[in-house]
């Protein structure tokens, strides 16, 4: 199977043979509107992940020598160069990062009205006319880019940035707590203020990157999307903290939260709360 086979048997829509030796974003079947999948591609292998169906990597090697397959100097070069490539936009990424922040306006937005948070003010910048919620992704405390949302709630990333390790963190200097969404970070962050418990939420924008993310820390919970793919529970058996999941299919803790109320939420979060050892202090 050629390459492009490959990613498109892992759901990802790819036409043509992306940049040598560069991770590149594309839309996915299941989420056309959003770049879940991501390819790098490496002449005699690759690599292919969908972030909406998988927390790992699938590795790709033809059944054969391609026999267009440059020399292993020539491999060797072109890697070192797409590594340069890679670092330039990284950088390019985070200036426009901080063009784009620095140009926004703290405000509510309309998306956040949507998921039940019509007062929740954050970073907001305009393109087209169009309000965009800003969510800024660091990694050890450098910012690195920014996740976009628009009004519909169509979600992106800034072209060519980092975001294997980057977290928003709402840090409140408690238990640590790995999540997905944004969206589903305030439903979280909700919760246990009602219940007067200290958190350190970390927003990790993808199940892989959870995963990811739960590695450099001590002992938590983990928040997992219950996708029908079963991707949000994979990545927390992987992680071996203990964790909620709502009882209904395809929903993540916003959905839970809009569906049952802030009340049961913070209910079902209790005994999680409890069996990680976090001690419960009422104001």
């Known amino acids: 199977m050629d390459f492009i086979n490959f990613c498109k048997s892992h759901g990802i829509l790819i036409s043509e043979h992306p940049p040598f030796g560069q991770w590149k974003r594309y839309p996915t079947e299941d989420h056309p509107r959003s770049r879940n999948g991501a390819v790098k591609y490496m002449g005699d292998h690759g690599f292919v992940q969908n972030h909406a169906t998988s927390t790992v990597v699938s590795i790709w090697k033809p059944d054969s020598r391609p026999s267009d397959l440059p020399s292993a100097r020539e491999l060797a070069i072109r890697q070192k160069q797409a590594e340069e490539d890679a670092r330039k936009k990284q950088r390019d990424a985070v200036r426009r990062a901080v063009d784009m922040l620095n140009q926004s306006m703290t405000q509510s937005h309309p998306y956040l009205a949507k998921k039940g948070f019509p007062d929740e003010q954050a970073h907001v910048c305009?393109?087209?006319?169009?309000?965009?919620?800003?969510?800024?992704?660091?990694?050890?405390?450098?910012?690195?880019?920014?996740?976009?949302?628009?009004a519909e709630g169509t979600k992106k990333f800034l072209y060519g940035q980092r975001t294997a390790g980057a977290t928003f963190t709402f840090d409140n200097k408690g238990i640590n707590i790995v999540c997905e969404g944004y969206a589903t970070a305030l439903s979280v962050r909700a919760a246990l203020k009602q219940l007067k418990q200290r958190y350190c939420l970390h927003v990790c924008f993808s199940a892989g990157?959870?995963?990811?993310?739960?590695?450099?820390?001590?002992?938590?919970?983990?928040?997992?999307?219950?996708?029908?793919?079963?991707?949000?529970?994979?990545?927390?058996?992987?992680?071996?903290?203990?964790?909620?999941?709502?009882?209904?299919?395809?929903?993540?803790?916003?959905?839970?939260?809009?569906?049952?109320?802030?009340?049961?939420?913070?209910?079902?979060?209790?005994?999680?709360?409890?069996?990680?050892?976090?001690?419960?202090?009422?104001?």
């Open 209 to 283: 990157n959870m995963v990811r993310v739960a590695g450099g820390l001590e002992r938590g919970i983990v928040i997992a999307d219950n996708d029908e793919s079963g991707t949000g529970q994979q990545a927390a058996r992987e992680i071996g903290w203990p964790f909620w999941l709502s009882d209904l299919v395809g929903e993540d803790a916003n959905d839970y939260h809009q569906r049952k109320g802030l009340f049961a939420l913070s209910q079902s979060l209790t005994q999680l709360m409890l069996d990680v050892g976090a001690s419960w202090q009422h104001k």
């Open 126 to 150: 305009f393109q087209g006319g169009q309000p965009i919620l800003l969510i800024p992704m660091r990694v050890g405390g450098s910012l690195v880019g920014v996740q976009q949302i628009d």
